[in-house]
């Protein structure tokens, strides 16, 4: 089964520790996507995820020109381990599916760790 990835801008306020995402869904309605909160099973990092189906407008064959993709799609947004499902509210304007997640503090960017190759 082949799954396509929803394109999306993604920003985050530093003053009001929000994540805003705007995601591209063109012609799809609420009543066709999934939004879940939830941590994963092998690394225990806890998600949002969007997923759903979408499905052309017109017949399968006859075109000249077909850009957009079809089907099933989902995209994943890592979220601090405290994350809430009252901390996502998610919205639709426009054919776009806007996600606001309230993320507090960011991490010490001092934080990282080189990994040597051996």
Do not use: W
């Not at 309605?29 to 939830?38: E, N």
């Not at 799609?73 to 381990?81: E, G, I």
């Not at 998610?90 to 960017?109: F, H, N, T, Y």
């Amino acid at each position: 089964l082949r799954r396509f990835i929803i394109r999306a801008d993604v920003h985050y306020d530093a003053d009001s520790k929000l994540l805003t995402v705007h995601l591209e869904l063109p012609g799809l309605k609420k009543r066709d996507l999934s939004i879940t909160l939830s941590t994963c099973v092998y690394n225990r990092v806890r998600q949002v995820v969007i997923a759903g189906r979408s499905k052309p407008m017109l017949p399968e064959t006859g075109y000249a020109i077909r850009e957009r993709k079809f089907g099933e799609f989902s995209r994943t947004f890592a979220v601090p381990p405290e994350t809430k499902s009252e901390d996502v509210s998610a919205e639709m304007q426009d054919g776009l599916l806007v996600l606001k997640i309230s993320m507090g503090p960011p991490a010490d960017s001092e934080d990282s760790q080189e990994i040597a190759i051996r």
